[in-house]
């Protein structure tokens, strides 16, 4: 079946220190979306890519789609406390006619002050 | 304040009761999702009802059974649960599935679960 895998699945860094977390899928994807969970909390929608080797940026995050569609990234230049959460790739698949979206592992991201 | 509404936002229930979770939209989405969510896991995907139908079950056992009585309302009934399907249960909403790219998902807050 389809897998997302993401690396590191913890990250600590010291506030002011940038943060990358890198998603991998098993098989190629039409699109791939990042969403942020804080703790507690639920998944919220950060971005959308869609084709091959775009880059998008919001602020300080800026978000990468691989050349074969198959991976991504995320990068937080000089992170802050509000950074703090789980940030979860999720790949689109398409199954018999419907689309879905499988997450990735994720990666927790702890903001030292 | 999110716009997809989830209740109960706690629930506690025995091995042989029967409960619902109960989520609602008005953002005329036409496609509903649940979700299930350990502790420090991903959210992995259970049902989607597409314009009020079944479209997908991820091999789902059939202790959930879903339900979508209208476009703003789904069901998530649960019977004769079993302890490891404790877990917070997402409900998530989107434009229809069948355009690639067009899906982004707005998530309830979730109903927390726990079986004894």
């Known amino acids: 079946g389809q897998q997302v895998m993401q690396i590191p699945q913890y990250q600590h860094v010291q506030e002011g220190e940038d943060f990358t977390t890198y998603c991998n899928s098993s098989?190629?994807?039409?699109?791939i979306q990042w969403y942020k969970q804080r703790p507690g909390g639920h998944p919220v929608f950060l971005i959308q890519l869609v084709k091959s080797g775009e880059v998008k940026k919001q602020k300080r995050l800026t978000f990468q789609f691989g050349e074969a569609k198959k991976n991504s990234s995320l990068h937080i230049t000089a992170t802050q406390t509000t950074d703090v959460g789980t940030y979860f790739c999720?790949?689109?698949?398409?199954?018999?006619?419907?689309?879905?979206?499988?997450f990735g592992t994720g990666t927790r991201l702890k903001v030292l002050a | 304040d999110t716009e997809v509404t989830q209740t109960p936002k706690h629930l506690v229930m025995g091995m042989t009761n029967k409960k619902s979770l109960k989520c609602e939209q008005h953002?005329?989405?036409?496609?509903m999702y649940w979700y299930k969510q350990k502790a420090k896991k991903p959210p992995e995907l259970m049902f989607v009802?597409?314009?009020?139908?079944?479209?997908i079950n991820e091999s789902v056992p059939s202790r959930f059974s879903p339900e979508c009585p209208n476009s703003s309302l789904l069901n998530l009934h649960l019977h004769a649960l079993q302890p490891e399907d404790s877990a917070l249960y997402l409900c998530a909403s989107s434009r229809p599935t069948t355009v690639a790219g067009a899906n982004v998902l707005t998530f309830g807050a979730g109903s927390r679960l726990t079986v004894l």
């Open positions: 953002m005329g989405h036409r496609a």
């Open positions: 098989t190629t994807l039409s699109n």
């Open positions: 009802y597409s314009y009020e139908k079944l479209s």
């Open positions: 999720a790949g689109e698949h398409r199954d018999s006619g419907t689309y879905k979206y499988i």
